[in-house]
């Protein structure tokens, strides 16, 4: 079982940033595969980012393309979110996602673990 734990998450104007952490407790992620979905009130939860166990390109949704960047420390227990430019339609609770030997999918049925997400609220 792993347990993922979100952070960073809060409340800035649009046009500012905010940096994302998911840690696993007490374990390594180098072996995952690791997204960020998230959640917006009365929407469907919807992909993010996301970057394979393996490395290479990672994976992003059109929206957030070219101001999010998806990363991983290089002891690989902890993988970031890093949000510039952010716009109010980026408010959301953000979750993270693992998925043991996986690829930078997409699709939130590919991950089998998840946390309990962070609120993002950006504010116009």
């Known amino acids: 079982q792993v347990q993922l734990v979100e952070s960073g998450g809060g409340l800035v104007q649009a046009g500012g940033s905010l940096r994302l952490s998911c840690a696993a407790s007490?374990?390594?992620?180098?072996?995952?595969?690791l997204g960020w979905f998230r959640q917006a009130p009365g929407k469907e939860r919807e992909f993010v980012a996301a970057?394979?166990?393996?490395?290479?390109?990672?994976n992003y949704a059109d929206s957030v393309k070219g101001r999010f960047t998806i990363s991983r420390d290089n002891a690989k227990t902890t993988v970031y979110l890093r949000m510039n430019s952010l716009k109010p339609e980026d408010t959301a609770v953000y979750y993270c996602?693992?998925?043991?030997?996986?690829?930078?999918?997409?699709?939130?049925?590919?991950?089998?673990?998840w946390g309990q997400g962070t609120q993002v609220t950006v504010s116009s």
């Open positions: 996602a693992a998925r043991l030997w996986g690829v930078a999918a997409t699709g939130a049925s590919e991950y089998d673990y």
């Open positions: 007490g374990r390594s992620l180098s072996s995952y595969a």
């Open positions: 970057i394979s166990w393996s490395g290479g390109s990672p």
